[in-house]
C-alpha cells in the first residue's frame, strides 16, 4: 500500500529552509520566494490552448447538466398518468432538441478550431502529440455526452412511431380524448380490424410514407390530437363512400323484401287451390268407387244369364234355380 | 464493499493488487471510479526504466489513455515544457533520479508534479529534493508524494520477479561467484530484501517465512524478518495496519513464505521442457510477457521467383485478456495446436453466421416497407455488429497464436526437443535409458550443441555417482567434437563437489512419460500444425524439488529434506528463530520465492501441483528469471574463474 509521503516532504521543506537561513544562503527562501513565485507565474504563458481547452470542456459540462436535468420529463411525459408539472409538451421537446443540435455542432467546431490552431503553431513534437491526445479526449467527452442526447431522442422517436401507427386504424380522430383512450385503442383494434380490412390495407403504406416526412421535420409543432387538412379530407370523402354504399345496400335490401311478400302470397293462392283440388278428387274417387261396384254387379248378372238361360216364371211352386231377384225380370236383350 | 470483493479473491491475485494500485496512483493517489460522464481530466506520466518494466505488462497504452495519460515519457529522455498539465512521476529513488527530478523543476515543465517513488525514499533525498524545489520557487507545485512500495514485477496473477533491469546484480552468478565480498553480498541482499518487503506490503500480508540452512536464501530470510519486524514494531509509521491490510484482515490464516536456493536443483532450469509457455520462454525471444519474433514471409507459398525472405519483426503481448494463452500455457505442445486448429474452426463457423444473416437481411430489407419488420431487423443487425469485435478479437488471436506456435515447432523440429525432453525425463526419474547418452551427444542432426550440452548437464547433475574417469573424458571429447564449451561443466563439478558435501543430492521422484505414437491425431485432421515425426508426448504429473519442498512445508509434512529448515514469524515478539514450527495446521496460501533465479517450468510445475487442492493459493516468484540459454551463460562465466 502507498504511504503518502506529503507531509514529511511539507517538513522537509521547513527544515531546508531553516537550515540555508541558519547558514546564510541566500537562495530562494523566505517572504521573496513565494514573491518570486507569483511573480513566475503571471508571465508564463497561460497556454490559451489549454484554457480554451476547459472552456469547451465546461461548455460540455454545461450541456450534459442540462440534458440530465430535463432527461426526466422528457420521457416521463409519455406516462398516461401526467400531472402539470411533470408535462413537457412537443414543442418544449422539440425545442430541448434543437439547442441541443446546435451546442453540439459548436462544439465540435470549437474542437476542430482548436484542433487546426494547434497544428498551425509550431510547438515541439511532445506538446504537439500531447495536444492532440488532449482533443481526443475533449472529443470522447463530447460523444459520451451526445450519447445520452441520442438516447433520448430514440426512445421519443419510437414511442411517436408506435403511436401513429396505432391511431392511424381508429376511423373518427377524438382530438382531445385520443391519449386518454390510446389503450382502449389497443383492445377496439382487432375487432376494427376485421370489418375494415379493405380499409385499412391502404393505411400501412400511407404511414411509412407519411411518417418519414414527419420525423424529418419537427418543426411544424403538430401533435397527434389535430388532423392536418389533407387527413379531414381524405376522411370526409371515405365517409361519403361509405354512405353511397350504406344506401345502395338498403335499397337492394327492400327490393327483397318486397319479393320476399311476393312469394308468400302466391304460396297461399297456391295453397288453396291444391286444397280445392283435395276436395274434388275425392269425389270424383267416390264416384269412381260406385261406378266400379255397379260395372262388378252388372257383370255377375250377365255371367248368370249366360249360364242358367233367361229366368222363368216360379209354376209348380218349385223353385228354379234363378235367384229371386231375377225370376221376374226379363232377362234384358231376349226377345219375349 | 471493496473489502468482501478483495476476501473473495484473497491474496490470489497479486496482478490486481498491484493494477489497482497503479490505477490510484495515476489517478493522482485518489481511488479510481469509473463514470461514464465524467469530464476529461489530462495528465503526462514520467517513469525510468524499473517503472517502465512495472507498467508495461499490467496496463496497455489504451489502458494508460483510459486514465487520462496523454504521454507517457522515460525520465532521462529530452522533455519539452508542457504547459499547465500535472505529471505523475513514477520511478526510483536513485541518485540520478532524483537529480533529474530537480532539473525538472528547475526549468519549470509541468504546471503540477505529483511524485511517486517505487520503493521508499531516504530522508536526505527527501531534502535534497526539498532543496531543488525551492531554489526553483517550486514548492507549491510539488502536489503529493508517495512511496509506493510496487518494487517487483508481476507477470501472472500468480508469478512476480524481482527485477528486469538490473538483474545481472542479483543473478544466480552475482550470488554464487567465488570471488564476491561481503559488501557485495549485503548490497544484493538489500536489493532482495527490499523487493520482498515492497511484495508483503501489496499483498498486505505478514508470512511466516521458512528456509533452508546455510544457503543465500537464509540470508534473505534473516534479513527480511528483521526489516518486516522492525516496521510493525513502529506503530505509528506500520504498513500492516488498519485500511493498508486490506484482504489481510478477512483471511484469519497467514501466507507461508517459502525461499529455497537455486542451487537445491540445478537441473529444472537446463531442462527441455514441453509446455507452451515454457516452450515460448525456452525457444523463442520472450521477456515481461512480450514475444519478439522473427518472421520469414512466404514460408509456405514462396513467390515463384529469386526474390530472397524478408525477415519481419513482430511482437506480440500474451496478455490476461487472451483467453487462449490463459487456458492453454500450461498445456503439452501438441495440445495447443490442437486447440488452435478447433478455434480457428470455430471462428470459421461464427463468420459464417453473419455472413448468413447479412444476406437475409439484404433480401428482406427490400420487401418490407414496415417499421415493425424494420425494427426486428434492426435488432438482429445490432446484435450482428455488436458481436463483430469480439469475432476480430478472435481472429487476432488465433493469428497471434498460430504464428507463435507454428515458431515453436519449428525449433521444436529442428532442434529434435522432443527427444531431448523424454530422454531428460527419464534420466531424472532414473528409469532405464533406451538410447546410450553417447549416440545423442554425436547425433548431428539432434540439436544445438547447447541442447547436448544441457543434456550432458542434467544427467551428470542426477547421476547418483559420478561416471567414472574414462567415461567422463569420453563424453567430453563427445562434447567437444558437437562444439560445446565446456565451462559449464567445470561449475558443474565444483557445485556437485559441494552440495554432496551439504546435503542429499535432490531426487526427482518416479514418472515416466509415455509416447502417443508417432502420428498424431493432428496430423490425421490435416491442420497445418504437422507434427510429423514429433512425438506426441504426454506429461505425467511429477512433483519437482521445489513443488515437494513446498509440499512438505506446507502441509506439515515430516520429511528429512524440510525438517531442520528455519521458521521464523515476524509477529512474535520474541524474535528468536526456533526450529519449531508453532503453528500446526497446514497452510492455505503460499508464497514460494527462489533465490537465484527460476523459471517457468517450476511455475508451471506448482501451478499443476495447487490444482488438485481446493481453496489453496501459491503464488511463485524468483530474483530473476532465465531460460536455459542464459543459465548456461551464467554457468560457463563461474566455470570460467
Request: charged letters at 25%; one cysteine or more; a negative charge.
Amino acid at each position: 500500500m502507498a504511504v503518502d509521503i506529503t507531509l514529511l516532504f511539507r517538513a522537509s521543506v521547513k527544515t531546508v529552509k531553516t537550515r540555508n537561513k541558519a547558514l546564510g544562503v541566500a537562495v530562494g527562501g523566505g517572504v521573496d520566494g513565494s514573491r518570486d513565485e507569483l511573480f513566475r507565474r503571471s508571465p508564463r504563458p497561460k497556454g490559451d490552448f489549454s484554457s480554451r481547452a476547459r472552456e469547451v470542456i465546461s461548455h460540455i459540462g454545461k450541456l450534459r447538466d442540462f440534458l440530465l436535468e430535463h432527461r426526466k420529463d422528457y420521457i416521463n411525459a409519455y406516462s398516461h398518468v401526467m400531472s402539470e408539472y411533470g408535462r413537457m409538451t412537443d414543442t418544449e421537446r422539440d425545442q430541448i432538441d434543437q439547442d441541443a443540435q446546435t451546442f453540439m455542432r459548436t462544439c465540435s467546431e470549437a474542437i476542430q478550431q482548436l484542433r487546426t490552431q494547434a497544428h498551425k503553431e509550431m510547438p515541439s513534437q511532445q506538446v504537439k502529440e500531447h495536444r492532440s491526445v488532449v482533443l481526443d479526449f475533449i472529443e470522447d467527452y463530447l460523444k459520451r455526452v451526445c450519447k445520452l442526447y441520442s438516447e433520448q431522442r430514440a426512445i421519443r422517436v419510437k414511442r411517436v412511431v408506435d403511436k401513429k401507427r396505432l391511431s392511424k386504424l381508429e376511423p373518427e380522430p377524438h382530438t382531445k380524448t385520443r391519449e386518454s383512450m390510446s389503450s382502449e385503442k389497443v383492445s377496439q383494434n382487432p375487432s376494427q380490424d376485421s370489418e375494415e380490412k379493405p380499409v385499412t390495407e391502404e393505411y400501412p403504406e400511407k404511414v411509412p410514407a407519411e411518417s418519414q416526412p414527419e420525423l424529418g421535420t419537427w418543426g411544424d409543432g403538430k401533435g397527434d390530437d389535430e388532423l392536418s387538412p389533407e387527413e379531414i379530407q381524405m376522411f370526409e370523402q371515405e365517409n361519403q363512400r361509405l354512405i353511397g354504399e350504406m344506401n345502395s345496400l338498403f335499397d337492394e335490401v327492400r327490393q327483397i323484401e318486397g319479393r320476399v311478400v311476393e312469394i308468400s302470397r302466391l304460396q297461399e293462392i297456391f295453397t288453396e287451390k291444391v286444397l280445392q283440388q283435395e276436395a274434388e278428387i275425392d269425389s270424383i274417387h267416390q264416384l269412381v268407387v260406385g261406378a266400379t261396384e255397379n260395372i262388378k254387379e252388372g257383370n255377375e248378372d250377365i255371367r248368370e244369364v249366360r249360364t242358367f238361360g233367361p229366368p222363368r216364371p216360379p209354376q209348380c211352386g218349385t223353385k228354379s234355380g234363378w235367384p229371386d231377384h231375377l225370376a221376374g225380370a226379363q232377362p234384358p236383350g231376349l226377345p219375349t | 464493499m471493496v473489502g468482501v470483493k478483495m476476501a473473495a479473491a484473497a491474496g490470489a491475485s497479486i496482478r490486481e493488487r498491484q493494477t489497482v494500485a497503479l490505477k490510484r496512483m495515476l489517478n493522482f493517489n485518489v481511488p479510481h471510479v469509473k463514470n461514464s460522464t465524467g469530464e476529461p481530466v489530462w495528465k503526462v506520466l514520467i517513469y525510468d526504466r524499473f517503472g517502465q518494466d512495472i507498467i508495461s505488462p499490467l496496463l496497455s497504452v489504451k489502458e494508460l489513455r483510459d486514465m487520462g495519460i496523454t504521454l507517457h515519457l522515460l525520465l532521462h529522455s529530452d522533455r519539452d515544457p508542457i504547459p499547465d498539465v500535472p505529471a505523475v512521476y513514477f520511478v526510483m529513488p536513485t541518485e540520478e533520479n532524483i537529480d533529474r527530478m530537480c532539473q525538472d523543476l528547475r526549468n519549470q515543465l509541468y504546471e503540477s508534479y505529483y511524485l511517486n517513488f517505487i520503493s521508499a525514499i531516504s530522508r536526505s533525498k527527501l531534502e535534497d529534493i526539498a532543496n531543488a524545489a525551492l531554489a526553483a520557487s517550486a514548492v507549491t507545485q510539488v502536489a503529493k508524494v508517495f512511496d509506493q512500495y510496487l518494487n517487483f514485477i508481476t507477470l501472472e496473477d500468480d508469478m512476480f520477479v524481482l527485477c528486469n533491469q538490473n538483474k545481472e546484480l542479483v543473478s544466480y552468478r552475482a550470488i554464487n561467484r567465488p570471488d564476491i565480498t561481503d559488501t557485495e553480498m549485503e548490497t544484493v541482499m538489500d536489493t532482495i530484501v527490499d523487493s520482498l518487503f515492497c511484495f508483503f506490503v501489496t499483498l498486505g500480508a505478514v508470512p511466516i517465512i521458512r528456509c533452508s540452512r546455510g544457503t543465500a536464501a537464509e540470508m534473505v530470510a534473516v534479513k527480511l524478518d528483521k526489516k518486516l519486524r522492525e516496521n510493525l514494531r513502529d506503530a505509528r509509521n506500520s504498513l500492516f495496519t488498519g485500511d493498508t491490510l486490506g484482504a489481510g484482515q478477512f483471511s484469519f490464516q497467514r501466507p507461508l513464505l517459502v525461499l529455497v536456493d537455486r542451487n537445491i536443483d540445478l537441473a529444472t532450469p537446463l531442462h527441455h521442457t514441453w509446455t507452451y509457455q515454457a516452450l515460448v520462454h525456452d525457444v523463442l525471444d520472450f521477456h515481461l510477457n512480450r514475444v519478439n519474433l522473427e518472421e520469414s514471409l512466404g514460408v509456405e507459398n514462396s513467390p515463384a521467383g529469386a526474390r530472397p525472405k524478408r525477415k519481419n519483426k513482430k511482437s506480440y503481448d500474451l496478455t490476461p485478456v487472451d483467453k487462449f494463452w490463459q487456458k492453454h500455457k500450461g498445456s503439452p505442445f501438441p495440445e495447443v495446436a490442437e486447440s488452435v486448429q478447433q478455434e480457428l474452426e470455430s471462428y470459421r463457423a461464427q463468420e459464417d453466421e453473419v455472413k448468413r444473416l447479412k444476406s437475409i437481411m439484404g433480401l428482406e430489407g427490400e420487401d418490407e416497407g414496415a417499421i415493425s419488420m424494420l425494427s426486428d431487423n434492426t435488432a438482429k443487425l445490432t446484435s450482428a455488429v455488436s458481436s463483430l469485435p469480439e469475432l476480430l478479437e478472435k481472429k487476432r488471436l488465433i493469428d497471434l497464436h498460430t504464428n507463435v506456435a507454428t515458431a515453436v515447432l519449428e525449433h521444436i523440429k529442428a532442434r529434435k526437443l522432443d527427444v531431448y525432453f523424454e530422454y531428460e525425463e527419464k534420466i531424472m526419474s532414473k528409469t532405464t535409458l533406451d538410447k546410450s547418452l553417447l549416440d545423442i551427444i554425436s547425433d548431428p542432426d539432434a540439436g544445438t550443441p547447447e541442447d547436448k550440452m544441457r543434456l550432458f548437464l542434467i544427467y551428470y547433475i542426477s547421476a547418483q555417482q559420478a561416471p567414472s574417469e574414462a567415461d567422463l573424458e569420453q563424453y567430453k571429447k563427445a562434447l567437444i567434437d558437437a562444439g560445446c564449451n565446456l565451462n559449464p561443466l567445470q561449475y558443474i563439478k565444483q557445485w556437485k563437489a559441494f552440495a554432496k558435501m551439504a546435503s542429499a543430492p535432490a531426487s526427482y521422484g518416479n514418472t515416466t512419460t509415455k509416447p502417443m505414437g508417432l502420428l498424431s491425431r493432428v496430423m490425421n485432421t490435416g491442420s497445418q500444425f504437422v507434427m510429423e515425426g514429433v512425438k506426441n508426448l504426454v506429461l505425467k504429473q511429477q512433483n519437482l524439488p521445489v513443488t515437494r519442498i513446498l509440499d512438505n512445508l506446507m502441509e506439515m509434512k515430516s520429511n528429512p529434506e524440510t525438517d531442520d529448515y528455519r521458521y521464523f514469524d515476524p509477529k512474535m515478539l520474541r524474535g528468536n528463530d526456533s526450529s519449531v514450527p508453532r503453528n500446526k495446521n497446514p497452510f492455505q496460501e503460499a508464497i514460494v520465492f527462489v533465490v537465484g533465479g527460476g523459471n517457468y517450468i517450476e511455475y508451471q510445475n506448482l501451478v499443476d501441483y495447487i490444482k488438485g487442492k481446493q481453496g489453496k493459493h501459491i503464488l511463485y516468484g524468483c530474483s530473476e528469471l532465465f531460460n536455459a540459454t542464459q543459465f548456461i551463460k551464467q554457468l560457463s562465466q563461474l566455470g570460467q574463474k
